[in-house]
């Protein structure tokens, strides 16, 4: 494992309350986005051991426009200059089993980084990756708690590894035309962003 600093290339967590308790996130009336059915071609190729469990579900559900608003207006103008992100609920379900289940490596097809305010987090860990070879060397990791506020680099291999069953719920911000990079630089600058609820 690398040391801090390299680590922050991958992942990064901000002091950022984001009120996210007036959103109607119940999936059971909301409409599926996305369902990641299908192993990630990458994380085929580079797990390591075929020995290994995906969880049963990962969903992404659309938010309602106003509730998109409501998460949106508690950026930073800053942020917002550069991109106003897609905001997503997102759930990940194990199985019910006690073995620990994964969700392979993977780069998000479809935005360079995100923005996860985790509402329930389970001891869930994330694990990113860079190809030397046909190897995959562990880079960062970073275990999420409820109510924390992350920054992913998306564009890297990065893994989730499950050792409950309980759901992970997370509102998912993506940011698909400004890099990592340019959007931990601008949250850098920011002073600590307390909400009161
Ligand atoms: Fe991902």
């Not at 071609?41 to 659309?62: V, W």
């Not at 999420?144 to 997370?170: F, G």
């Amino acid at each position: 494992m690398e040391n801090i600093d390299s680590q922050q290339l991958y992942c990064k967590q901000y002091d950022l309350q984001i009120d996210v308790s007036g959103m109607r996130l119940d999936s059971s009336n909301m409409d599926v986005d996305y369902k990641y059915e299908k192993i990630p071609r990458d994380g085929l190729r580079y797990l390591k051991s075929s020995k290994y469990e995906i969880p049963k579900t990962i969903h992404t559900y659309r938010v309602s426009e106003e509730d998109s608003k409501k998460v949106i207006d508690q950026l930073p103008q800053e942020v917002l200059n550069l991109e106003i992100p897609f905001v997503q609920y997102l759930e990940i379900t194990p199985r019910d089993i006690d073995q620990t289940q994964t969700f392979p490596a993977h780069i998000d097809p479809h935005r360079h980084c995100s923005l996860n305010i985790y509402l329930e987090a389970n001891g869930e860990q994330t694990h990113f990756f860079e190809k030397q070879g046909l190897e995959l060397v562990e880079m960062a990791r970073f275990t999420a708690a409820k109510e924390q506020v992350w920054v992913l680099n998306t564009s890297k291999l990065h893994s989730v590894t499950i050792n409950t069953k309980k759901t992970r719920k997370v509102v998912t911000l993506s940011f698909s035309r400004i890099t990592y990079q340019e959007l931990v630089q601008v949250l850098d600058t920011q002073p600590q962003k307390i909400i009161n609820v």
